[in-house]
């Protein structure tokens, strides 16, 4: 199984950038998959979560300004990240789960996939 993040950049603030994750090796289509990020010297943090239902969960330090979407065909998922700010910096990764329950959809220990990352540098 395999997680592939792709997207990331540096930009300028105020800017906007997609991101994207592909999944090969088994179908998440019943899955969570989400979206974290880890910012130099700092902790993973959850940014948004696709639940089984369709439901989308944000973090509030990027509500209104993300929005992730998630193509189950493709097993696929996206973010659409707008008004970036320099606090955005980070490695984002893409996450997914099988089994993970919806109230540890914010906790990164509970995923047991993983991309690699992909780098994204907002300049103010």
């Known amino acids: 199984v395999q997680l592939q993040a792709s997207g990331g950049g540096l930009v300028q603030t105020g800017d906007s950038l997609t991101l994207s994750c592909s999944a090969s090796g088994r179908s998440f289509s019943n899955g969570v998959m989400a979206w974290f990020r880890q910012a130099p010297g700092k902790e993973r943090e959850f940014v948004t979560a696709?639940?089984?239902?369709?439901?989308?969960y944000y973090a509030d330090s990027v509500k209104g300004r993300f929005t992730s979407s998630r193509d189950k065909a493709k097993n696929t998922m996206y973010l659409q990240m707008n008004s970036l700010k320099p606090e955005d910096t980070a490695v984002y990764y893409c996450a997914a789960s099988t089994s993970i329950i919806l109230s540890s959809i914010r906790r990164a220990e509970q995923y047991n996939y993983w991309g690699q990352g992909t780098v994204v540098t907002v300049s103010s």
């Open positions: 696709h639940w089984r239902n369709g439901n989308t």
